[in-house]
């Protein structure tokens, strides 16, 4: 197969699946609008170009890792997008958490002008994307998922097809609902360690790999034990926004989700309380604020 694949948005996400792709032996073009992002491909070892357009007509397969929905609109649809590259057959990996019509718009823009753009967002944290463990969830043409095969491995550590274009955000935001849940349960145990007397890292050894433990919880567990939350691989900010889209999800099915509707409010009170670009561990904080912690106080 062509080597070749192109990464657009080379920011957290993209930069491990870079990395990770050219250690597999691809080559990797790609475009970031922000100039340190592009530096930071090229430092890798890939090839940043000018457009989205360009690095469709330089790869056949383009991952894509956006932050927002304008941003998926203006990368497919817009002058330099890569519905408007020459060629057709173009598959496009869309990994971002947005809403599924603003994804259904750009697969039937690509569909239009002989392109496939195929649903596949990402469960999994930066951290767990250095390290490629990394969970595919995959809908959408499947003879074109079934291609990206190898790229999907490189980057990845299980690859999951769910169906028809679409299932993969539908499986993330289920994924995502638990993930508020197990990350708010984490720092609620932690806390409730630390108001009983019990030193956090003692309350971390015991429950990481006891009954109770959780994914999340052994992998921001350390950083709640630590208080180490500025150097974010998941930001408040990012988790509100993956909330905002699962509310109106639910929404729109009339199904109620009283527990992760009570978990949400944490990340709100994180934001509101200045901690909106922290890693999503500060949940931890937050609840500490709530009941009066102050860990410096404990240690002295």
């Not at 080559?27 to 890798?44: C, F, H, K, Q, T």
């Not at 890569?82 to 569909?111: F, N, R, Y």
């Not at 095969?149 to 955000?169: I, K, N, T």
């Not at 993330?172 to 638990?178: G, P, S």
């Amino acid at each position: 197969m062509n080597r070749n694949v192109g990464i657009v948005g080379v920011g957290i996400m993209g930069t491990a699946m870079a990395r990770n792709l050219r250690e597999a032996g691809f080559s990797i073009v790609g475009y970031d609008p922000v100039p340190s992002a592009a530096e930071r491909l090229n430092s890798l070892g890939g090839q940043a170009l000018m457009s989205p357009r360009a690095v469709a007509e330089a790869a056949p397969i383009v991952i894509m890792s956006l932050p927002k929905a304008e941003a998926l609109t203006e990368v497919i649809s817009g002058v330099d997008g890569i519905a408007q590259a020459a060629g057709t057959g173009q598959i496009v990996i869309e990994c971002s958490t947005l809403p599924l019509d603003i994804k259904q718009a750009a697969h039937d823009v690509m569909q239009k002008n002989g392109k496939v753009l195929l649903d596949c967002p990402i469960s999994g944290t930066g951290a767990q994307a250095v390290a490629k463990d990394l969970v595919i969830l995959g809908s959408g043409d499947q003879a074109a998922f079934e291609r990206c095969a190898p790229v999907f491995a490189g980057m990845s550590r299980v690859q999951h097809y769910l169906g028809p274009f679409g299932r993969g955000s539908i499986m993330k935001y289920i994924a995502n609902h638990l993930v508020t849940i197990h990350n708010v349960a984490a720092a609620e145990a932690m806390v409730l360690g630390i108001k009983a007397g019990i030193d956090p890292a003692v309350v971390y050894d015991t429950l990481a790999d006891s009954a109770g433990t959780s994914r999340m919880f052994q992998m921001r567990g350390p950083l709640m034990r630590d208080e180490r939350y500025d150097e974010p691989t998941a930001t408040i900010r990012m988790q509100l926004k993956d909330i905002s889209i699962i509310d109106a999800f639910a929404a729109d099915l009339d199904c109620a989700l009283p527990v992760y509707a009570a978990a949400s409010q944490v990340y709100h009170a994180g934001a509101a309380l200045g901690r909106r670009e922290q890693d999503t561990a500060a949940v931890c904080a937050v609840l500490e604020t709530m009941h009066g912690i102050d860990r410096t106080k404990l240690k002295s």
